[in-house]
């Protein structure tokens, strides 16, 4: 994977190269929100405030830029629009802590926790239909049908996802359907729509979709991994959650083909039942350890990493050196990150 | 108000009437459903059909269709864009129901009881972003920014009937700030982008926004109306629920700054206690009738027919009459309606 050699041995430093843009989305998120204050009940705004305003690491946005600016030179106002990259995911989390009847996000109480489950569906719900209206206006309607149709595959993933969750003997293209609704569609659509706004040709736009979808796919791949083997302290999130709740996520998946008889029986006896899983997360990892099912998790999710920066090659203009340098640097940040 | 006698005067069977597009709107939703299904989740699928299809009365697409009609002729395909607005209705039906931990809808076991909370909420979103898909792809950009703006204004209302919550004291103004938001803007959303999708001029467009407004406004104020006086049996919704919850609407605000000291002490400690709430409406909607608050708030409800009628004098022509005639004829069954 040579890629990843040559952001490092550039000596460029990705969190301050970052820094610029990343203040920049801060800015336009609260200036967005302070233009909607003459119209916005209090209580929304401070709702809102509450959960955007977290720690983020506005991860989506700074896609949109950087395939916008890949493509198209500096975009005027690119920042206004890749806001609504961050308003969807965090739609997504407020109802997703409502779901999961979630204690904490990011290390602090849940917003259901704070404002309560009607406040949190609504307030996902308002940032929903404010993303939705920032891709139409400012990227127009072919924008806003892939932006349409990522939120529309997220759901189905969900879906998928529940579907999948008592079925053991999922396979692994089942868990890859599931991770691309859920994930992939919504990072690709955010490149792809940069790439869109950034004027790019279609063969840009396809190679910033296929980093998008690539990186999205590894990026949720690598979330189940530190699901099993992340430290609490670092990511903010339990530990053992997954298999709690009788999710099967790709290191299990790769463990129950491979597992002999003994260890698949075990493991299928401690799945069926919600109190096993709940306190068997060592025994569990250990069987996962035996069949390589962590160490092959993280090959798929290189594999893909590396899927998604060779569509970058194309970008080979000395102007363009920079912001292809921090789109692999982020590829290999989604591999190492620990939270 | 002699509007409402002109279509019962010309005779107009306005169920009859208004068949042929109810009909249409329900082939709509079916033919964007097959056509989804290739891609959507089975259980999705499933799902979004159980919600769906449960007798709903298609005001609201029906609305956008008639005002595309009035202002420009017969417009093609105006039921594919008309259904946007079904979608959008029973995507907060559906999340209203998570919020209020609703038993039935419209007779039947509510969505969230079937399906799940987890399922209720997905399915929502993934209606909520479907119905602006079709609005962007088929009404263009302008309606779509009024279509968020009304989905915006809609949790932005929902915010403030949860502070006016414990507000025993809410005005006249508070309320009408509150059911504009949650009700009136999308109804009103309904047929501006339908007059839009017709070609309308700005005099037309604000006449059909003018009337989406009003009727909306109506229409809230009779379902809180109903709250108090309609028959569980009819409406299939159970009576008192509004006081059971301390929500103020328009006959308790009515009462509550109108009545004697000893009525209003009465009424205090009712709203104050829970468990009080839940068994004294038969006390509350006696101390309510004595100061007229239904009456009243049914008068308030006749006026804003009248004026959601007024601007539709502008459609004069012939060709327009039996289009206006069921416009009218809508408002009054608004009035009017039991259920």
Known sequence: MSQFTVSQASGLD????????????EEAMRQDLDTASDRLDDLLLEVLRYGL????????????????????GDVPDIHRLAIAFEYLHVATLFHDDVIDNADTRRGRPALNRVYGTVAAILAGDFLHARSMAIVGERAGLEALKIFCQATGGMVDGEFLQLRNAANYDLSEEGYFAAITGKTALLIAATTEIGSLAGGATQEQRHAMRGYGSNLGCAFQIIDDLLDYLGDQQITGKPVGNDLAEGKMTL????????AGKEDRQRLLQILKDEGLRKKSAGTVTEIISKY????????RAEQMICQAIAPLAIFSRETQRKDRLILEGLAQYVLTRNK
């Open 14 to 25: 990705l969190k301050e190269q970052i820094k610029p843009d990343i203040q920049r989305v």
């Open 292 to 299: 390589n099912g962590f160490s092959d998790t993280k090959k």
């Open 53 to 72: 305003f977290n720690g983020g690491k506005r991860f989506r946005p700074l896609l949109t830029i950087l395939a916008a600016r890949l493509c198209g």
């Open 251 to 258: 290191p299990l998946i790769l463990a129950m083909n491979r």
